[in-house]
């Protein structure tokens, strides 16, 4: 018998394969960068965001330092701050909720839908109530596009728009995604995303973006990204930060959107596999005709405890998962003392126990994706 039996790790996702097909596209644009050495505010962020907003629809696309700043970038805009109450699912990335407390604002958490992660758009008005509770105003409701899937902004929008809300759709995970044929980007006033490198459109660095049809908006955002710049660099109009794109990121962006459409049908195509051949032995996440979904993650809910024994098993055969989100924010140490909507976030607390990533990426190979079926099967039958 061989002790020595080497079994080969399988990457979470894939970076460096995606890396390898781009090859000198990249290296080439960078060094375009280090040879005009205008490192901020170089013509390839305007290059880019003319790109960025004709691929999603948008009237503006505004590049910024990454997903966060892009969401604290929205709210200062909005003049949201202390007193303000902003409702968001606890079930997200921390950046989400701590865009919120950034500001002074409070975070609301709200409910999640069991069978899609997003926003339950009836758990809406139970969050309202606890906001109003506590004494806050309710100013914003932040949708979070988990997984890469477009939250259900048909239902969220009116119910929203009735409770005066406005919706900033943070779609860190899903730029890319569509509903019913419209893109994200356009279904909500306001949208941010993330380059963070292992986003499905990813920079080699930090980077994010900003997407609205408002021009008001957008004059201020591009502002307050540039310390509250007026007319010129010297004339200071608002307080606000250095929340800019730099100019190699948003070269390196360029390429990457170029192959980005390619890559958002490869991760359909393996989606559709891992479900079909994984729905009688875990529940697979959500699928439909009227979305493209982007699957920044494919999750999968194994119930009855066995997820982290699954876990472990895969571990073994070198194949690595996650868990987004073991621990949810309102159970966090830094947000356990903001608000929960009345009635409890009893899905939020189930999903957080049941919920396990499979390796996903553009460049997962079928032979690969049948090792990870298998022992996902193996592991659970
Ligand atoms: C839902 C969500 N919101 C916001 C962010 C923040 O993005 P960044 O890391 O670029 O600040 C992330 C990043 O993972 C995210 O997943």
């Known amino acids: 018998m061989n002790q020595h039996t080497r079994i080969d790790s399988i990457p979470f996702i894939d970076v460096a394969a995606q890396r390898r097909r781009l090859g000198r596209r990249i290296d080439d644009t960078i060094a375009r960068v280090t040879g005009h050495?205008?490192?901020?505010?170089?013509?390839?962020?305007?290059?880019?965001?003319?790109?960025?907003?004709?691929?999603?629809?948008?009237?503006?696309?505004?590049?910024?330092?990454?997903?966060?700043?892009?969401?604290?970038?929205?709210?200062?805009?909005?003049?949201?701050?202390?007193?303000?109450?902003?409702?968001?699912?606890?079930?997200?990335?921390?950046?989400?909720?701590?865009?919120?407390?950034?500001?002074?604002?409070?975070p609301v958490f709200c409910e999640v839908d069991e069978k899609t992660f997003n926003l339950d758009p009836v758990g809406i008005e139970r969050a309202v109530a606890a906001a109003k509770r506590a004494g806050l105003a309710p100013k914003a409701l932040m949708t979070v596009d988990l997984f890469g899937l477009p939250a259900d902004y048909e239902a969220i929008n009116p119910v929203a728009g009735k409770l005066g809300l406005y919706v900033i759709d943070d779609a860190a995970q899903s730029f890319g995604a569509a509903a019913k044929g419209r893109h994200i980007g356009t279904l909500a006033p306001a949208t941010t995303t993330s380059f963070f490198p292992a986003k499905p459109l990813g920079c080699y660095g930090d980077g994010g973006a900003v997407f609205t049809d408002d021009d008001a908006l957008a004059d201020t955002i591009r502002s307050l990204r540039n310390h509250g710049q007026g007319a010129d660099r010297y004339d200071n109009v608002r307080i606000g930060m250095t929340g800019r794109l730099d100019t190699i990121q948003a070269a390196v962006l360029i390429e990457k959107l170029r192959i980005f459409p390619e890559e958002i049908v490869a991760r359909e195509r393996i989606a559709r596999r891992y479900n079909a051949a994984l729905a009688d032995v875990v529940h697979v996440p959500h699928s439909s005709n009227e979305h493209t979904c982007v699957w920044a993650q494919?999750?999968?809910?194994?119930?009855?405890?066995?997820r982290d024994a699954l876990a472990a098993t895969l571990l073994a055969q070198g194949i690595p998962t996650a868990q987004y989100y073991p621990v949810p924010s309102h159970r966090q140490g830094a947000y356990r003392d903001f608000p929960v909507?009345?009635?409890?976030?009893?899905?939020?607390?189930?999903?957080?126990?049941?919920?396990?990533?499979?390796?996903?990426?553009?460049?997962?190979?079928?032979?690969?994706?049948?090792?990870?079926?298998?022992?996902?099967?193996?592991?659970?039958?």
């Open 341 to 381: 909507a009345d009635g409890g976030l009893a899905v939020t607390d189930k999903l957080a126990g049941e919920v396990v990533s499979l390796p996903m990426h553009a460049y997962l190979d079928e032979p690969t994706q049948d090792r990870i079926i298998g022992a996902v099967r193996g592991a659970l039958t």
């Open 37 to 106: 050495c205008q490192f901020i505010n170089g013509p390839e962020v305007a290059e880019l965001e003319r790109a960025l907003a004709e691929f999603c629809g948008a009237a503006h696309a505004i590049g910024v330092a990454s997903g966060t700043d892009a969401l604290v970038l929205v709210l200062m805009a909005k003049g949201i701050g202390r007193g303000d109450a902003v409702i968001c699912p606890s079930f997200t990335y921390a950046a989400s909720p701590e865009a919120v407390a950034l500001t002074g604002a409070t």
């Open 298 to 306: 494919y999750t999968v809910r194994v119930s009855g405890g066995r």
